[in-house]
T-cell receptor, first 111, second 118 residues
Framework: TQLLEQSPQFLSIQEGENLTVYCNSS?????LQWYRQEPGEGPVLLVT?????EVKKLKRLTFQFGDARKDSSLHITAAQTGDTGLYLC???????????FGTGTRLKVLA | GAGVSQSPRYKVAKRGQDVALRCDPI?????LFWYQQALGQGPEFLTY????????KSGLPSDRFFAERPEGSVSTLKIQRTQQEDSAVYLC????????????????FGPGTRLLVL
């Protein structure tokens, strides 16, 4: 069974601080995605990483896919209160329809 | 344009009741997924439809759970004889292309139905 473990589970920081969220698996994924979910809403896709070692930037967010395609990280620079939410990594084993979400990291950015 | 909609947004059921949750995907989307999300956790896969065909139902927790998408658009998730452990948010997502390929397609999620079984 492929699992995606995220750390930390909870994170509370001051506005302006930097943070990194990790997504780890013992299995290889052909691609991984990062979503953000706000209360009462469904997850919204932030990025898809496909190639091992790939780095993608989305404004203050930097996403990296591990060389072995077993892990990924999300780094937020100068966090803002609007970054508050549940961050989820997700992936689908190639050749199957089942889509696996990580355990989630709940981020709270304080003003 | 309209996104994925789900109804009802909230549902309170007495233990043993049957419930039906509706999902209206984005028009023209081939793929439709159902997920169950417990409080504070990531969504867990329940089932996948490609048009009207249910190609994967491996995540359905028991035979009390049943999903259908008879015309390849609207989908309904039915839970029979609800139990307290069924309390969760049920999310529906749709995607333009078929799933299962090497490159993960973008899934568009609805707001979910929050089910509380008393």
């Amino acid at each position: 069974t492929q699992l995606l473990e995220q750390s930390p589970q909870f994170l509370s920081i001051q506005e302006g601080e930097n943070l990194t969220v990790y997504c780890n698996s013992s299995s290889v994924f052909s691609s991984l995605q990062w979503y953000r979910q706000e209360p009462g809403e469904g997850p919204v896709l932030l990025v898809t990483v496909v190639t091992g070692g790939e780095v993608k930037k989305l404004k203050r967010l930097t996403f990296q896919f591990g060389d072995a395609r077993k892990d990924s990280s999300l780094h937020i620079t100068a966090a803002q209160t609007g970054d508050t939410g549940l961050y989820l990594c997700a992936g689908g084993p190639s050749g199957t329809y089942k889509y696996i979400f990580g355990t989630g990291t709940r981020l709270k950015v304080l003003a | 344009g309209a996104g994925v909609s789900q109804s009802p947004r909230y549902k309170v059921a007495k233990r043993g009741q049957d419930v039906a949750l509706r999902c209206d995907p984005i028009s023209g989307h081939v793929s439709l997924f159902w997920y169950q999300q417990a409080l504070g956790q990531g969504p867990e896969f329940l089932t996948y439809f490609q048009n009207e065909a249910q190609l994967d139902k491996s995540g359905l927790p028991s035979d009390r759970f049943f999903a259908e998408r008879p015309e390849g658009s609207v989908s309904t998730l039915k839970i029979q004889r609800t139990q307290q452990e069924d309390s969760a948010v049920y999310l529906c997502a749709s995607s333009l292309v078929v799933a299962g390929g090497p490159y993960q397609e973008t899934q568009y999620f609805g707001p979910g139905t929050r089910l509380l079984v008393l």
